[in-house]
């Protein structure tokens, strides 16, 4: 496996990692909410076809946002290669300090705290699901801006275009859109699991902080001919 390959293998598992975060996945059901709450049935219940219309859109609207900050970031490469080696580690630092926060060893304030921009409108159609999703991505909140940070700049080091950023945004999509396929049980889900949650944070954690490390003592090439 190259390390192109490994580096955006990494980057999609960041985006599910990003998914389960603490301060993340508690919205799953409030965003989940709005994009359904206005196409219930006449039993009440979503219909589950516009439903992941409109999934699909608020994801498109987010991928939309970080392609683009891929883009720029990829264009900046050249002016960012004298700092390549700094960018790295700072990559690789960002990384560890959120893989520590997944696992529950490094808990700052900060991470816990919101910042976002929020954007909920009264009637969820395509338009409106699409500009959540860009209201979504332009206001993440701290738990997932180190995370997103990092991938940025291996990005500007790397010039790698966009597939780190569209393969970060695949694998934060990727569950929003099978909430939205399973809508009728994803509530009942979420409350059933909620203990294994927190495992399944550490592991991803644990993942994190390897991958950091790695980044931050440039071994990626190493890692991908062991995994090749």
Same mark, same amino acid.
Request: aromatic share 14%; proline share 4%.
């Given at each position: 496996?190259?390390?192109?390959?490994?580096?955006?293998? #990494?980057?999609?598992?960041?985006?599910?990692?990003?998914?389960?975060?603490?301060?993340?996945?508690?919205?799953?059901?409030?965003?989940? !909410?709005?994009?359904?709450?206005?196409?219930?049935?006449?039993? !009440?219940?979503?219909?589950?076809?516009?439903?992941?219309?409109?999934?699909?859109?608020?994801?498109?609207? #987010?991928?939309?946002?970080?392609?683009?900050?891929?883009?720029?970031?990829?264009?900046?490469?050249? #002016?960012?290669?004298?700092?390549?080696?700094?960018?790295?580690?700072?990559?690789?630092?960002?990384?560890?300090?959120?893989?520590?926060?997944?696992?529950?060893?490094?808990?700052?304030?900060?991470?816990?705290?919101?910042?976002?921009?929020?954007?909920?409108?009264?009637?969820?159609?395509? !338009?409106?699901?699409?500009?959540?999703?860009?209201?979504?991505?332009?206001?993440?909140?701290?738990?997932?801006?180190?995370?997103?940070?990092?991938?940025?700049?291996?990005?500007?080091?790397?010039?790698?275009?966009?597939?780190?950023?569209?393969?970060?945004?695949?694998?934060?999509?990727?569950?929003?859109?099978?909430?939205?396929?399973?809508?009728?049980?994803?509530?009942?889900?979420?409350?059933?699991?909620?203990?294994?949650?927190?495992?399944?944070?550490?592991?991803?954690?644990?993942?994190?902080?390897?991958?950091?490390?790695?980044?931050?003592?440039?071994?990626?090439?190493?890692?991908?001919?062991?995994?090749?």
């Amino acid at each position: 496996m190259e390390q192109e390959s490994l580096t955006i293998l #990494f980057a999609f598992v960041a985006g599910i990692a990003a998914f389960f975060s603490p301060c993340q996945l508690p919205l799953l059901l409030l965003y989940l !909410g709005v994009l359904s709450g206005s196409v219930a049935g006449e039993d !009440g219940l979503p219909q589950r076809n516009r439903v992941v219309f409109n999934s699909v859109n608020f994801v498109a609207g #987010f991928s939309l946002v970080f392609v683009v900050l891929g883009l720029l970031a990829s264009w900046f490469a050249a #002016f960012f290669a004298v700092w390549g080696l700094t960018l790295q580690r700072l990559a690789g630092t960002m990384i560890v300090l959120f893989g520590l926060y997944l696992a529950g060893i490094f808990r700052p304030a900060l991470f816990s705290k919101e910042r976002r921009v929020r954007y909920v409108p009264k009637v969820a159609g395509p !338009g409106t699901s699409l500009l959540m999703g860009v209201a979504f991505a332009a206001g993440w909140t701290p738990c997932i801006g180190p995370v997103l940070g990092s991938i940025l700049l291996l990005t500007a080091v790397t010039g790698g275009g966009v597939s780190l950023l569209a393969a970060f945004a695949l694998g934060l999509g990727l569950p929003y859109l099978l909430a939205a396929l399973l809508v009728e049980r994803t509530g009942r889900w979420v409350s059933r699991f909620a203990v294994w949650l927190p495992h399944l944070q550490r592991i991803f954690g644990l993942f994190m902080v390897v991958v950091g490390v790695a980044i931050f003592f440039g071994l990626l090439t190493r890692l991908a001919a062991l995994a090749y």
